[in-house]
């Protein structure tokens, strides 16, 4: 009944058993069963593509339910490690340096002889990698328009302004962007993620004196004392170097969710998922810690 399922949440026999880990003809093999079992059909298959009937529909009415316990049972017992030799992974810069070495002493342990291909670039891009199948899964921060993704939620972040404590310009305050400027993330061939923009336009923070592809270049800029810098809270908390300013007076200050975004595990929807979800649990326990 579970591989009914499946089949009709993946649309096809090729699609379940990539999910299952068995050949097609092992899951035509058990629906085959389930049927002569029921004496009557419960998917019509045609052209590689498979519909239920209503018998299956009312069959999983019923068990689903009990599907929904099971997994609840699993995750008692913590997220399974998937027997995978061989991982195309992606992530960003800044997380990367938080994130993967306790990633690979994990993965390490837990897979020891797993081979790992690794991608570092920007959210826009490592969509479009796992779209084209170049990446199994990455992690990236929240964007628009993940419909077509297996999407697993890792941790929460925000974003704020940032001056080095040990210069000058942390006595300037909030008056410290104007006197010094401050930076940016460069907008991608997409644009800023909408709350990138929100989190600007909140402050009315026009015309950057420094735009860059790394939140790694704006935060040793800011350590350095020569601008204000635009981070997520976690970059600029690796060290107790930053100092967050804000307005001092009551006008214009941003609301405290403005800024705030998530961090995802994306996958490829007819991936893995266990695989995504091994990964996510991962990089929650250790961006935890981190946080």
Not at 126 to 152: H, N, P, Q, W
Not at 241 to 267: F, M, Q, R, Y
């Amino acid at each position: 009944m579970w591989i009914l399922d499946l089949v009709i949440q993946q649309g096809s026999l090729k699609k379940a058993s990539l999910q299952a880990k068995v050949s097609p003809s092992a899951i035509s093999q058990t629906l085959t069963s389930l049927e002569n079992s029921f004496g009557r059909p419960l998917l019509i298959r045609e052209k590689g593509a498979v519909t239920p009937t209503q018998d299956a529909i009312s069959i999983l009415e019923v068990v689903r339910p009990a599907f929904e316990a099971f997994n609840r049972l699993r995750d008692l017992n913590g997220t399974p490690v998937p027997k995978i030799s061989w991982m195309n992974f992606g992530t960003y810069e800044s997380i990367a340096i938080d994130l993967l070495p306790g990633l690979l002493h994990s993965l390490r342990q837990k897979l020891p002889t797993l081979r790992l291909g690794l991608r570092i670039s920007r959210t826009s891009n490592l969509l479009t990698m796992v779209r084209k199948g170049e990446l199994c899964s990455a992690l990236i921060t929240e964007v628009d328009d993940l419909d077509r993704f297996y999407v697993k939620h890792v941790t929460d972040d925000r974003l704020g302004l940032y001056a080095s404590k040990r210069h000058a310009i942390a006595a300037d305050g909030w008056s410290a962007i104007e006197k010094f400027g401050f930076g940016s993330l460069a907008p991608g061939k997409d644009g800023l993620p909408r709350y990138f923009t929100k989190f600007l336009r909140q402050y009315d923070l026009t015309k950057p004196s420094i735009i860059s592809d790394s939140f790694e270049t704006l935060r040793a800029a800011a350590a350095a004392g020569a601008i204000v810098a635009v981070l997520p809270n976690r970059v600029a908390r690796r060290l107790d170097d930053l100092l967050e300013i804000t307005p001092s007076g009551p006008t214009s200050k941003a609301p405290k969710e403005t800024g705030n975004h998530k961090i995802l595990i994306v996958s490829q929807s007819n991936c893995d998922r266990q695989e995504a979800d091994f990964l996510a649990e991962e990089a929650k326990r250790l961006l935890g810690e981190r946080l």
